[in-house]
């Protein structure tokens, strides 16, 4: 079963991933090279989301969870806790220990989730590549290194100040001597292909003359053939063998212009060229090139990687049916590779909008089916889950919570006049989509001054409805003021203006009521995409705990048996332009 993981990913490593379990792990974790590298989702005015950078802010800053990571590194490996603190003299509490403290434990989780024969490719820029390559080399040793591969990202730069930075580095890496490997060809070029087949028999087939002489001296494959005398050396195939070449009409002889044979002359091999698969690729990876705002795959996501990136990745190191870990899947480009060549995967990213990317895309790709083919874990299935996550991580809550609803979330509260989220929907008989403003609200306190700013914001924004999310039942008093605004819609459908939805409500089929509807709220792309939650348990420290405590242990595999029952729609997200400045294209 294949699975999608909300959270950490070290914990969820830890919890939920056995060992040697995994034929191939593709990261490209994020490193804050850019003030705006990290930003998954912007606003509509192009700038980074607030509610996006925080994930990232713990992750690779110095503070208690990179000092946390670097104690337990130093626990679990020693050359790599020595390594560390040698990297601490040079980078002190920087942002760069930070980095490779938290990447130092998740390659060593990495390495033991691998299979004997697994390999991992690890994607990064020549910021911090050098610096990782050492680490990796600790973690996987060095004879675990096989390449640095080069992949030609982006186009140069005219503006540039220095040599333009065009390439990314991809570290590819195995546990032990014997890996998968599909040996990867990529087609001969027009010149090499007018050098080397420049001839063509009767029948229009290019071919290329090779020797048929041993390299090394062979003595029992010393004997004339057909009047040609042995090479110093011998032949290279045997004389059985050179019978079989010759009835196959592969085997080409030197003739005088009299059509005599020309025994002062050598025989040859005809290699066709319909026959060959054609050049084996080196590690400079200039073929593929990177998304441009007119990519039809483009999401928005300023890091996402090309599908035929992974793809030869993939196939290269990998076999169908094979298990693909992508720890850090932001959009997931790997997760759909993985699915397109029949492996199985396993995706894990800490931003709850990033599972809804993945999840519409799936369905985009491969149709409503797809759902039930994998487990989403870490959304919440009830009530008290959910109230655990606003517990943890106000403001993932707060984007789930919108989304359930069928929103589109917006940025952290107050950052916006008091709008955490826009539910967008078509009226019978109007062109133009009505919009429903959602105010997210938390704590015991919330009070009728809530529903006050909510009818001030619906009013300022034009907009039709008003939707209140609150973790406790609401009041008398604010049940009074909502009703108060009155009733929207037509006379068939006549709603409140001004709705109040409980957390327990949010697991309700369509919580919140729309007025005359044509469609479902709008999602773009235009089609509707109506996904089923997944429930989940599970229990992780920190900002990623996972909502509720996990008995026994549990495999990826035993994580597809428990099934929603809710509704959720399908909303479009808002993504940062493609112009942003980004490391990566």
């Not at 001597?177 to 990529?186: A, G, R, S, V």
């Not at 090139?289 to 992974?310: C, D, F, I, V």
């Not at 109007?430 to 009013?459: C, F, M, T, Y």
């Amino acid at each position: 079963m294949n699975s999608l993981f909300f959270g950490d990913n070290l914990d969820v490593l830890r919890q939920y991933v056995q060992s040697q379990s995994v034929d191939l792990v593709y990261l490209d974790p994020p490193f804050n090279s850019n003030a705006d590298y990290n930003i998954l989702y912007g606003t509509r005015r192009g700038g980074p989301s607030k509610s996006q950078s925080h994930a990232f802010d713990d992750m690779w800053k110095w503070g208690p969870e990179a000092q946390r990571a670097l104690d337990e590194t130093a626990e679990r490996h020693l050359e790599a806790g020595a390594l560390l603190d040698a990297f601490q003299k040079v980078f002190p509490k920087s942002n760069m220990m930070a980095y490779m403290a938290m990447m130092a434990v998740r390659l060593i989780e990495l390495r033991r989730v691998l299979k004997p024969n697994g390999s991992l490719y690890l994607h990064c820029d020549p910021t911090a590549s050098h610096y990782l390559k050492v680490l990796t080399d600790t973690v996987f040793g060095t004879k675990g290194f096989q390449n640095e591969i080069t992949w030609k990202r982006t186009f140069t730069h005219g503006d540039s100040r220095t040599w333009s930075r065009a390439a990314d580095k991809i570290l590819f890496y195995t546990k032990s001597d014997e890996f998968t490997w599909n040996i990867p060809y990529e087609q001969h070029s027009s010149a090499y292909l007018e050098s080397h087949y420049s001839q063509s028999d009767q029948d229009g087939r290019r071919f290329q003359l090779t020797s048929i002489l041993s390299p090394s001296p062979r003595p029992n494959m010393m004997y004339e053939w057909k009047g040609f005398p042995s090479p110093p050396m011998g032949w290279r195939y045997s004389r059985e063998r050179m019978a079989e070449l010759d009835a196959q009409e592969l085997i080409w002889y030197p003739q005088h212009k009299d059509g005599s044979l020309d025994t002062s002359k050598r025989p040859r091999f005809k290699r066709y060229l319909d026959e060959q698969k054609g050049t084996v690729r080196t590690t400079i990876w200039t073929d593929i090139a990177p998304l441009n705002s007119q990519a039809q795959e483009r999401l928005g996501y300023p890091t996402q990687k090309p599908l035929a990136l992974l793809k030869r990745i993939i196939n290269a190191s990998s076999n169908k049916g094979d298990v693909v870990l992508d720890p850090f899947c932001g959009c997931g480009t790997a997760i759909e590779a993985a699915q397109e060549l029949d492996r199985q995967w396993i995706g894990i990213d800490i931003t709850y909008l990033a599972m809804h990317v993945i999840e519409a895309r799936l369905v985009k790709t491969f149709g409503k089916a797809i759902k039930e083919t994998y487990e989403l874990i870490g959304r919440p299935e009830d009530a008290d889950d959910a109230r655990a996550l606003a517990a943890r991580d106000w403001l993932e809550f707060q984007k789930w919570a919108v989304m359930t609803l069928g929103g589109l979330p917006k940025e952290r509260p107050g950052a916006d006049g008091g709008i955490d989220g826009i539910i967008r929907y078509h009226r019978v008989g109007i062109e133009q989509p009505n919009r429903a403003v959602v105010s997210v609200k938390g704590g015991v306190h919330v009070g009728v001054d809530a529903i006050h700013k909510l009818k001030s914001v619906v009013q300022r924004e034009k907009a039709e409805l008003g939707v209140l999310v609150c973790l406790e039942r609401p009041t008398a008093a604010m049940v009074k003021e909502a009703a108060s605004e009155g009733d929207v819609g037509p006379k068939s459908r006549r709603v409140s203006k001004i709705q109040i939805i409980t957390v327990d409500m949010l697991f309700q089929d369509d919580p919140v009521r729309l007025p005359g509807m044509l469609d479902p709220p709008e999602a773009i792309p235009s089609t509707p995409i109506r996904m089923k939650p997944k429930k989940s348990k599970r229990h992780i420290e920190g900002q990623s705990e996972l909502l509720l405590p996990i008995t026994g242990e549990q495999t990826v595999s035993d994580v597809g048996r428990r099934r929603g029952t809710r509704s959720i729609r399908s909303v479009d997200i808002e993504v940062t332009p493609a112009t942003a400045r980004t490391r990566q294209a």
